[in-house]
């Protein structure tokens, strides 16, 4: 297996996006090798399985604030929701979501499993994966893209697939984490609806705004949903 090489805790924080996004690759990468998802563990079994090897890989233990496995109906609860354990079934859906992992280095990542034949489940994964391609392709054609334009363009394609969007926005910048919660929230640091700023601009600091895209699609009628976290463009 490859790993990230040891580093201290003040060079972790120092890592750039890109390296981190990665590294949280990898860590996808051994959870599909290792079989560490499968239908009759529960989901705490199955992410106390998957901490250890983030631990492995990015050489870091942090205490999660959230979980990072839902699946089944847990798939279509906000991300601030913690439901009860639950144990994967056959023909069943896990989003794995890497962002306790992550929050040192401003990143979020998280990877969509589906299991047994449902032909449903199966065409959620392919679509969260079509949806992101074509919108990394539209934020790379067009430089003055908005967060308006790109957010309507992802809900659009979601749509035509026959899903809805599972979240208000579809991406943030890279960096902490902004609250959602908090009255007259500004709305600059999301692809949404009401951020009609490019998203090709210079944050404080005078350094290049990067971001990180957020799928969420859901099937509401049967109650399941699946997210797709990764770095839009490349930092």
């Known amino acids: 297996m490859t790993v990230a090489p040891e580093r201290t805790d003040e060079s972790l924080r120092a890592w750039g996006p890109a390296e981190a996004a990665r590294t949280a690759d990898v860590v996808f990468a051994e959870v599909a090798a290792r079989d560490l998802i499968s239908p009759g563990r529960t989901e705490c079994e199955v992410e106390a399985r998957i901490a250890e090897v983030a631990t492995e890989v990015f050489g870091h233990a ?4 959230r979980r990072i496995v839902r699946s089944g ?9 913690e439901p009860p354990d639950r144990v994967i ?3 069943d859906i896990v989003v794995v979501d890497l ?3 992550l929050a040192p280095h401003g990143i979020d990542a998280a990877r969509t499993f589906a299991f047994g034949r449902d032909t449903g ?32 363009a992802v809900r659009t394609l979601a749509a035509r697939a026959g899903w809805t969007l599972g979240t208000w926005h579809v991406g943030r910048l890279t960096g902490e984490a902004p609250g959602t919660d908090v009255p007259g929230l500004h709305l600059a640091p999301f692809v ?13 600091g005078g350094g290049e705004a990067h971001w990180i895209l957020e799928i969420h699609l859901v099937d509401a009628y049967r109650g399941f949903g699946g997210s797709l976290k990764q770095l839009l463009g490349t930092p």
């Open 89 to 91: 079934r056959q023909d």
């Open 73 to 81: 109906p847990h798939t279509v609860l906000p991300g601030g929701q």
């Open 121 to 152: 489940r199966n065409r959620l994964v392919e679509d969260l994966w079509t949806l992101s391609d074509a919108a990394r392709g539209a934020f790379l054609a067009d430089e003055r893209v908005t967060g308006r334009q790109l957010h309507a």
């Open 62 to 65: 942090p205490q999660p604030a």
């Open 192 to 204: 949404c609806p009401a951020n009609d700023e490019p998203l090709r601009r210079s944050v404080r």
């Open 99 to 101: 962002g306790p992992f």
